[in-house]
């Protein structure tokens, strides 16, 4: 992503949600994305998906430019979106569905999804009789069956209690591991961010600029955790970048 810019229109009023924003994501990285209310996260994670169209600037994914939604980038919604009339292997088989795969292909791949995500003994269940945690899971499944070569998080597990979420996501960085994805995740909460990713772009403003880019140092052990000075640094820096956010702008500013 370099230099983008976009607004979002309604008749003749424009409100501005990005301006130059540039940001790279290694192959394999895990990046947190996080700011105030209004700072345009949400607004980079659907440029990234293609679901929305840069007024100024491009997006590429592996070298390639983002023109629509493909199976390069995937996007999870903070609430599930998923067919209430589908078993949750039938839901997580979907995207196969649609690219024409064979049912007994489809099923296998959901099924190892379903394995990898810990939903194997769900796979019968409609969305109804699954839990939000489960829900969500299924989601991540969904949006990683076609191997994208980048998983976008949009606070996934925001619905959920603050245990049920601390253990999510100690799972989603093991399931980052298992799947080398890079990962793009919106947060709003800084212990999250830190606890991880390896890097966390601060957003702040209106319209939302990168104000701070944190390292976040695992220490010289497997990489599996966070040292302490190392989480406390990011932290810190994290909690500088979001003191200069400005206020929100009144309607007179942005015409909306």
Sequence with gaps: MVDVSYAYRRGTARRIALSGVSLEVATGEFVAVIGANGTGK????????????????????QGEPVIGPGPRASLVFQEPRLLPWRTTLDNVAFPLELAGWRSEA???????????????????????????????????ARALILEPAVLLLDEPFSALDALTRERFNLHLRALWRKTGASVVLV??????????????????GHPGRVAAVADVDRGTGSGSGTSAAGSDSAAAAIRDALRSDASLPTA?????
């Design 187 to 204: 947060t709003h909460s800084i212990p999250e961010a830190v606890l991880l990713a390896d890097r966390v772009v601060v957003l702040t």
């Design 252 to 256: 007179a500013e942005d015409g909306w």
């Design 42 to 61: 949400s607004t980079l994670l659907r440029l990234i998906a293609g679901l929305l169209t840069p007024d100024q600037g491009s997006v590429s994914v």
């Design 106 to 140: 489809r099923r296998a791949r959901a099924e190892e999804l379903l394995r990898l995500v810990g939903l194997r003994d769900a796979d019968h269940l409609r969305p109804h009789e699954l839990s939000g945690g489960m829900r969500q899971r299924a989601s991540i």
